[in-house]
């Protein structure tokens, strides 16, 4: 024989609600009090009552699933906001579908024709570089749409990002005030508003400084070994930075390589800080250095702004910019007093003692 079903019915009576009430909560209603949304939510836990979600969409032309659309699941970031964004969607009884686009536009453009043929209720993308033919689609759709992390100066969708600019602008002037003035900022690319708006912090805290014809800008590719290859012609070279500010997690780990590749100690002969902080910089000695995208936040804004689009599909669209810390750690030091030498000139002047 089967196990009865728990009803809605003894949900609502051992959370002491009414009936309405109760519905509302599985009906993601807003107007239900806090307290007594969780008296709900802690009454169907322990009764393990699971609300037909199925049915209830069908009821409200619902499916209480969203799309998530990243360009890919094994950038840090990008794992930490699916990460949030998939727990918040448990405690509120959605389903996510995530696809990923792999920075391919006609890629992002067809996973989010699928996801809008599976009648998802939002969409949260991370776009591509250029996501112009999915956006002008999203347009003709009624549904929310919130764009995260990969930002434009002016969306038409509601977005929510780190404040960018102001980031790399507190992390050079931090750099300055440790007497660093060669200082070069690595990023994969401008074609990204978010990263085109980190550059613009560089570069205007080394105008201030007056220092702007020695702020160095790399472009060296979007992909680890790229980067390396790139950065490490300028490591080796007479004139090489006493500073780097990396733009990214991918561009701190094609500088780390180059660093090594060019026999140079952090942060004795260079000091670096990094765009994005996660619990691999803290693994090896020196720490590093960087600044902390506020993830959970980020999701949670995200979150916020998709499901209040459900209940009021024509609100005016938010849009969010969050403060990212500085983490000081081992990696930025004082400018070594030698900055023009190479290593090994170094060492063999250091040798040679004084004239």
């Not at 840090?76 to 959605?94: D, G, K, M, P, R």
């Not at 112009?132 to 009624?142: D, G, L, N, P, Y």
């Not at 930002?151 to 929510?160: G, Q, R």
């Amino acid at each position: 024989m089967s196990q009865r079903k728990t009803t809605i019915r003894e949900v609502a009576s051992r959370a002491g609600v009414s009936l309405g009430t109760a519905s509302n909560v599985f009906n993601d209603k807003t107007s239900v009090a806090a307290e007594s949304r969780q008296r709900v939510l802690d009454a169907a836990e322990a009764l393990g009552y699971r609300p037909n979600s199925l049915a209830a969409g069908l009821r409200r032309q619902r499916t209480r699933t969203i799309g998530l659309v990243v360009p890919d699941v094994l950038n840090i970031v990008f794992n930490e906001l699916v990460e949030h964004l998939e727990n918040l969607a448990l405690s509120q009884a959605y389903e996510v579908i995530i696809v990923t686009s792999r920075e391919d536009p006609e890629r992002e453009h067809e996973r989010v024709r699928a996801l809008l043929s599976r009648r998802v209720d939002g969409l949260i993308i991370i776009p591509t570089r250029d996501w112009s033919a999915t956006e002008r689609e999203m347009r003709h759709h009624r549904i929310p749409v919130v764009v995260l992390d990969r930002v434009a100066a002016k969306d038409h969708f509601p977005s929510v990002a780190s404040d960018n600019a102001a980031a790399t602008r507190a992390g050079t002037d931090y750099l300055l005030g440790l007497g660093h003035r060669d200082l070069a900022f690595v990023i994969n690319s401008t074609r990204l508003w978010n990263s085109a708006a980190r550059v613009d912090g560089f570069l205007a805290a080394m105008r201030d400084a007056g220092l702007q014809d020695r702020a160095r800008v790399l472009l060296p590719g979007m992909t680890e070994e790229e980067t390396r290859a790139g950065v490490l012609p300028v490591l080796a070279g007479p004139d090489r930075p006493t500073a780097i500010f990396t733009g990214s997690n991918v561009a701190t780990l094609g500088v780390l390589r180059a660093v090594q590749d060019a026999g140079l100690a952090i942060p004795q002969d260079l000091s670096l800080l990094a765009f994005d902080d996660f619990a691999w910089l803290t693994v090896l000695r020196p720490f590093v250095s960087a600044i902390r995208q506020p993830t959970e936040a980020l999701a949670g804004h995200a979150w916020r702004i998709l499901t209040a689009g459900f209940e009021a599909p024509d609100r005016a669209a938010e849009h969010i910019r969050l403060p990212a810390p500085l983490i000081a750690r081992e990696t930025t030091a004082a400018p070594p007093a030698m900055k023009a030498f190479s290593p090994a000139r170094r060492r063999a002047t250091e040798e040679a003692g004084p004239p």
